[in-house]
């Protein structure tokens, strides 16, 4: 991956600082066919999310960081029922932390945030041009590493513990090739 940032100021419009690297973020996935309907699956992804930029509140104010590497491990089965498939999936996602140390007001990137869960999802056509994707997640995503441990353990900003989602696409019979579809998202 290449990553590229730049910031400016809020007063003259002027670049600031600014951040280029190039890294490399492996994948990786083995897939074991236990029958000709049921998958057994896990993988590795390494990824790369925006470094921050320090706050004005900061003592290193712009600062821009460079990019973060992020971990996710899946383990997973997958069923083809025919019609409809099914999937339940356990995964572990292990993201670098931002946090601004107390003492010194430095902003800096040296926390982790790791966040384990459960996925449940089917998905196909019920019945001839009726389709349904439906899916549940589980959350428990915790700051597993934190400025002096003080918020050790504690739940991570912006991670829902549940989400569920639930859609249907039908085939209109009075015109062909026009679908009609709706979604509902649970947060």
């Given at each position: ?53 320090a706050g004005p509140n900061t ?57 384990r869960g459960l996925e449940l ?12 994707l439906a899916s549940a997640a ?50």
């Amino acid at each position: 991956d290449v990553y590229k940032r730049q910031t400016y100021s809020y007063t003259t419009g002027l670049p600031t600082d600014g951040y280029e690297s190039a890294r490399t973020t492996p994948v990786a996935g083995v897939v074991f066919k236990a029958t000709k309907e049921v998958s057994v699956y896990a993988n590795y992804t390494a990824g790369l999310s925006a470094g921050g930029t320090a706050g004005p509140n900061t003592a290193n104010a712009g600062q821009v960081f460079a990019p973060q590497k992020s971990k996710q491990y899946e383990v997973g089965v997958k069923v083809d029922w025919g019609r409809m498939t099914t999937q339940a999936a356990l995964y572990q996602i292990q993201r670098p932390g931002s946090m601004t140390d107390p003492v010194t007001n430095v902003y800096s990137f040296g926390g982790e945030t790791r966040n384990r869960g459960l996925e449940l999802t089917a998905y196909g056509e019920i019945q001839k041009g009726l389709r349904l994707l439906a899916s549940a997640a589980f959350n428990n995503a915790k700051l597993s590493r934190t400025a002096g441990g003080v918020n050790q353990g504690n739940d991570a900003n912006g991670v829902p513990e549940r989400t569920f989602n639930l859609g249907l696409d039908w085939d209109t019979p009075w015109v062909e090739g026009l679908s009609l579809n709706g979604r509902v998202i649970h947060t």
